[in-house]
């Protein structure tokens, strides 16, 4: 078989083209998603990790967050994926739903390293002197901290989006057609391995080179900003 017939067998015959975009759309729905999840916890959890009482020692809540950040990162996301579809959520059948959350469960322990080092990395000084003109602790993180930590991780953020996006390529265990199941399907029917699969591998690089790129373009005005 010629490769203009592997391409044809792969993309074009039965209109196979529509399964990878279909497929796509399934991957980014769940990585969008799953972001917006991890960020949301991840700010929380960094938060209780950086909680301390009036003598400067840790609270319970930070013992908590670190305790599930550690367990998060110290186990696989596929065996996540997997606890999460056959024993928390076995009643539910929306697949998406189910891997949105054990990915965006994932994800929150990395954002809030993530969150914790750009909070870390605001000098001192700045809560001293949210302190000094009569806030309170809670209303200098809220009003000082976080607005300048926030440039400090949007673009490790991005990336941690982009390596959720490459992660969703194990939801094929909860029976998900996405990008990376539909080049397997496909290849079951061609019985070529080679099109299918190279096929899905040039769609995760476009879309994530693409994804690249905006980071870069977004880095670039953050830093010229900063400069002024």
Do not use: C, H
């Given at each position: 078989?010629?490769?203009?017939?592997?391409?044809?067998?792969?993309?074009?015959?039965e209109?196979r083209?529509?399964l990878?975009?279909?497929g796509?759309?399934?991957?980014?729905?769940?990585?969008?998603?799953?972001?917006?999840?991890?960020?949301?916890l991840?700010?929380?959890l960094?938060?209780?990790?950086l909680?301390?009482?009036?003598?400067?020692?840790?609270?319970?809540?930070?013992?908590?967050a670190?305790?599930y950040?550690?367990?998060?990162?110290?186990?696989?996301?596929?065996?996540?994926?997997?606890i999460?579809?056959?024993?928390?959520?076995?009643s539910?059948?929306?697949?998406?739903l189910?891997?949105?959350?054990?990915?965006?469960?994932?994800?929150?322990?990395?954002?809030s390293?993530?969150?914790?080092?750009?909070i870390?990395?605001?000098?001192?000084?700045q809560?001293?002197?949210?302190?000094s003109?009569?806030?309170t602790?809670a209303?200098?993180m809220?009003y000082?901290i976080?607005?300048?930590?926030?440039?400090?991780?949007i673009?490790p953020?991005?990336?941690?989006?982009i390596?959720l996006?490459?992660e969703?390529?194990i939801?094929?265990?909860?029976?998900?057609?996405?990008?990376?199941?539909?080049?397997?399907?496909?290849?079951?029917r061609?019985?070529?391995?080679?099109?299918?699969l190279?096929?899905?591998?040039?769609?995760?690089?476009?879309?994530?080179?693409?994804?690249?790129?905006?980071?870069s373009?977004?880095?670039?005005r953050?830093r010229?900003?900063?400069?002024?």
């Amino acid at each position: 078989m010629s490769i203009g017939e592997k391409f044809t067998a792969a993309f074009i015959t039965e209109d196979r083209w529509q399964l990878y975009f279909k497929g796509l759309g399934i991957t980014i729905e769940i990585a969008i998603f799953a972001a917006i999840i991890g960020l949301v916890l991840g700010t929380v959890l960094a938060l209780m990790k950086l909680s301390t009482d009036r003598n400067g020692k840790p609270t319970v809540w930070s013992f908590i967050a670190t305790v599930y950040v550690d367990i998060i990162r110290g186990t696989p996301s596929v065996l996540q994926l997997l606890i999460m579809w056959f024993i928390v959520m076995k009643s539910s059948d929306n697949g998406v739903l189910v891997a949105s959350i054990s990915f965006g469960l994932n994800s929150g322990a990395y954002v809030s390293e993530i969150v914790r080092g750009g909070i870390m990395a605001v000098p001192v000084g700045q809560m001293e002197a949210g302190r000094s003109l009569g806030l309170t602790k809670a209303m200098t993180m809220r009003y000082i901290i976080l607005p300048q930590a926030i440039k400090n991780v949007i673009p490790p953020i991005g990336n941690e989006f982009i390596t959720l996006l490459k992660e969703t390529a194990i939801v094929g265990y909860v029976s998900l057609n996405d990008l990376t199941r539909v080049a397997n399907l496909i290849q079951s029917r061609t019985y070529e391995a080679f099109m299918p699969l190279i096929g899905a591998a040039v769609i995760y690089f476009t879309v994530i080179k693409i994804l690249t790129l905006l980071l870069s373009q977004l880095e670039r005005r953050m830093r010229r900003s900063d400069n002024r």
